[in-house]
């Protein structure tokens, strides 16, 4: 029974980490609707920001305390989210959906080379940002980074979630979000609003790597993370901040359970399965999410 408790424990803080990545994309969706595939490049760009302004400044003979190097980390992501946001997908506004689908595929193959042409596919130290090592409560095993980033995601939501519906910009992305032709009409700058999208979602997805990286390594695989919190985004309903962290704990949890007690039978295939089972069932029942908004229309 404790074994089974455990291994619930580590799905929930597994599963907020993915609910952290899968915030990243509900902010863009919110106002943009762009499901960006290329989220989890954007991580790694995020992590490899990190490494450039801590380990690779230290490289070339410059030290840079590790406040600074953070919040250099933060001007990178915010310039990094506008050019994205210019270059590549403030054209398609107005375009079909398969359009806008094929320019994130693209940026997706774009990032990744870029990414191997910069940084390489070398692996790299990652820094310490969050403070490592485990710590015991009773008979369970606690991961204080986890902890640290489960804590830190649940109070993210709700913050976004009060930006969102209790500010006057928040809820000039939600008019942006509903429809653009009806956020133009009531004086919302459409550009405006997806580029503060951008920012914030590049902004969120470095964080995560920050949780999921700190004292570790990064490299170009980090970017199946993306990957891994698109069926949290879909389930939880992508237009529902506050539902992402639940459904990063439902598919966390789900992971965990088939990573104990299936993957032995199924040669560790049926945890990573799982998640997009999960994403197509949900696509099929119910599309919108457990949390994401109905649509009503009137005949």
Known sequence: MINFLQILLEGTLVGLVYGLIA??????????????LAQGEV?????????????????????????VSVMMTLVACVLFGLLLERL?????????????????????????GVAQLVWTAETRAFPVIL??????????????????????????SFALHYFFTRTRQGLRLAAVAEDHNTALSLGVSVRAATAIAWILGTIVATLGAVVLLSGRVVSL?????GFK?????????????RGAPLAGIIIGVSEALAMAYLDPL???????????AMMIGV???QPQGLFGWKKIERL
Do not use: K
Not at 221 to 225: G, K, L, S
């Open 221 to 225: 695989e980090v970017a199946q993370i």
């Open 283 to 285: 696509i099929l029942l």
């Open 131 to 156: 403070p490592d090592g485990a710590f015991t409560i009773g008979p369970f095993l606690i991961s204080t980074r986890l902890l640290i980033g489960g804590i830190f995601t649940i109070v993210l």
């Open 229 to 241: 919190a698109l069926p949290v985004a879909l389930l939880g309903g992508l237009e529902s901040i």
């Open 88 to 112: 590549v997908f403030r054209p398609l506004i107005g375009q079909p959906a398969f359009a806008i689908f094929m320019a994130s595929v693209a940026l997706l193959i774009l990032l990744r």
């Open 266 to 276: 199924t040669n560790g295939a049926a945890s990573g399965v799982l998640p997009y």
């Open 23 to 36: 915030i990243s994309f509900v902010v863009i969706y919110r106002a943009s609707r762009i499901v960006n």
């Open 43 to 67: 991580v790694v760009f995020g992590a490899f920001f990190l490494w450039s302004c801590t380990f690779g400044l230290q490289s070339i003979g410059i030290e840079v305390p590790l406040f």
